[in-house]
């Protein structure tokens, strides 16, 4: 299954809600997550099956989504979010996303 | 607490192999599986594959069949990759990271090992 993340570049203004969106090419039935990797570091898991959130991830991280296409959104954007982010899904094979890089405007 | 630790990085000649390490603690080893996921600079993920420590299993990306061999030490609870014939295609940074044995999402990362391929 591939992948495709939408922008693969995003600038918004703290406070902002943002909204990063998944596309499978396949149904991924709900076996997906979020990682956010920031700038030399390994990659965090935010969110898995589709909406359950990690343990220790701020709240205003969600996830939503069905089918092919899936969402992360971030309700206030904060100085400390900046980062890329990867959608990863593991129904069938295992595959990562591109990325959306998240800057602060 | 749950830790990966890795090994240090590599810089290597092109056609040799390099051995990396991820040794676990915090948690029971063999309840997990351990997976190793490729970074190239600049660029995103690639799964390379798996290994169930409990049963000594592996699984594969076919793109790393006979490029990567995945083995685990259960009684120092490490696991290990080598990568063999390296060209500068292999430069990248290599992650372990652990899921549930039933559900192959990834919950702890390792700090990754930076492998360089360089005459």
């Known amino acids: 299954i591939q992948l495709t993340q939408s922008p693969s570049l995003l600038s918004a203004s703290v406070g902002d809600r943002v909204t990063l969106s998944c596309k499978g090419s396949?149904?991924?039935?709900?076996?997906l997550a979020w990682y956010q990797q920031k700038l030399g570091e390994a990659p965090k898991l935010l969110i898995y099956?589709?909406?359950s959130l990690q343990t220790g991830i701020p709240s205003r991280f969600s996830g939503s989504g069905s089918g092919t296409d899936y969402t992360l959104t971030i309700s206030s954007l904060q100085p400390e979010d900046v980062a890329t982010y990867f959608c990863?899904?593991?129904?069938?094979?295992?595959?990562f996303g591109s990325g959306t890089k998240l800057e602060i405007k | 607490e749950v830790k990966l630790q890795q090994s240090g990085d590599e810089l290597v000649r092109p056609g040799a192999s390099v051995k990396m390490s991820c040794k676990a603690s915090?948690?029971?080893?063999?309840?997990?599986?351990m997976h190793w996921v490729k970074q190239s600079p600049g660029q995103g993920l690639e799964w390379i594959g798996t290994?169930?420590?409990?049963?000594?299993?592996?699984s594969y990306n076919q793109k790393f069949k006979g490029k990567a061999t995945l083995t685990a030490d259960k009684s120092s609870n490490t696991a290990y990759m080598e990568l063999s014939r390296l060209t500068s295609e292999d430069s990248a940074v290599y992650y372990c990271?652990?899921?549930?044995?039933?559900?192959?999402?990834?919950?702890?990362w390792g700090p990754g090992t930076m492998v360089t391929v360089s005459s």
């Open positions: 990863y899904q593991y129904n069938n094979g295992l595959t």
């Open positions: 396949q149904n991924i039935n709900n076996y």
């Open positions: 990271a652990r899921s549930d044995s039933g559900y192959w999402y990834f919950d702890f």
């Open positions: 290994i169930i420590p409990l049963i000594d299993t592996t």
């Open positions: 915090g948690y029971t080893f063999t309840d997990y599986a």
């Open positions: 099956n589709t909406n």
